[in-house]
């Protein structure tokens, strides 16, 4: 079971630039499917940006543009560069990680994810 650590959140002004890192132990990152998300105080958690079992990025219309997930298997580590943040990018934000598995002559992504424990981003005007 590989266990999260996510870091690198803060308090910055609208339109600055934030790099998330989510560090991984117990288990590779690259036997994972990883993705970020985010919860705002009284919000439902929403995705934010993903790398599928195939390596493929994918961002929320939300931060299309704005973020960039990258996954370094060497270092165990998972990162997002946050740039031009928003008022509305403030939350609290999580790393995720679900096992790949072949199935059906594909890899696909276990249902189930490992989370870490999540990183603040305090976004102001």
């Known amino acids: 079971q590989v266990q999260l650590v996510e870091s690198g959140g803060g308090s910055v002004q609208a339109g600055g630039s934030l790099r998330l890192s989510c560090a991984a132990s117990?288990?590779?990152?690259?036997?994972?499917?990883m993705s970020w998300w985010r919860q705002a105080p009284g919000k439902a958690r929403e995705g934010v940006a993903a790398?599928?079992?195939?390596?493929?990025?994918s961002y929320a219309d939300s931060v299309k543009g704005r973020f960039a997930i990258s996954q370094d298997n060497a270092k165990n580590t998972l990162s997002l560069q946050m740039n031009s943040l928003k008022l509305e990018d403030t939350a609290m934000y999580y790393c995720?990680?679900?096992?790949?598995?072949?199935?059906?002559?594909?890899?696909?992504?276990?249902?189930?994810?490992?989370w870490g424990q999540g990183t603040q981003v305090t976004i102001s005007s």
């Open positions: 995720a990680a679900r096992k790949k598995y072949y199935f059906g002559g594909r890899w696909t992504c276990a249902s189930v994810p490992s």
């Open positions: 117990g288990d590779g990152l690259s036997t994972y499917c």
């Open positions: 790398i599928d079992s195939v390596g493929t990025a």
